[in-house]
């Protein structure tokens, strides 16, 4: 079973950066799509930033210029690097990770971790 374990998370001031990482139990070549997905209270869970196998990145429009999804295959390792943060970016966010096969696509979440943006 695949784990995917988040870190980074924290309480900073509007304007200031955090780096989110996500940590897989396995290779992960073996992964089509990473991607970072956000919740706000009261909100539903949204995609952020995704990354494919193929090196392709996109981004939800609130964040580009901001973000930057990244990863590091040695480590077996996204990155999530999120600089001039403002409170609407306030939420837990959550890792996945998606290996398409011929007959069924396997999804991964991680536990999520908390970002709290203060004005």
């Known amino acids: 079973q695949v784990q995917l374990v988040e870190s980074g998370g924290g309480l900073v001031q509007a304007g200031e950066s955090l780096t989110l990482s996500c940590a897989a139990s396995v290779n992960i070549f073996t992964f089509n799509v990473m991607a970072w997905y956000r919740q706000a209270p009261g909100k539903q869970r949204e995609l952020v930033a995704g990354t494919t196998s193929g090196g392709s990145t996109n981004y939800v429009d609130a964040v580009k210029g901001r973000f930057t999804i990244s990863r590091n295959n040695a480590k077996n390792t996204v990155y999530l690097q999120m600089n001039s943060l403002k409170p609407e970016d306030t939420a837990v966010y959550y890792c996945?990770?998606?290996?398409?096969?011929?007959?069924?696509?396997?999804?991964?979440w991680g536990q999520g971790t908390q970002v709290t943006v203060s004005s």
């Open positions: 996945y990770a998606e290996s398409i096969l011929i007959v069924q696509t396997l999804r991964s």
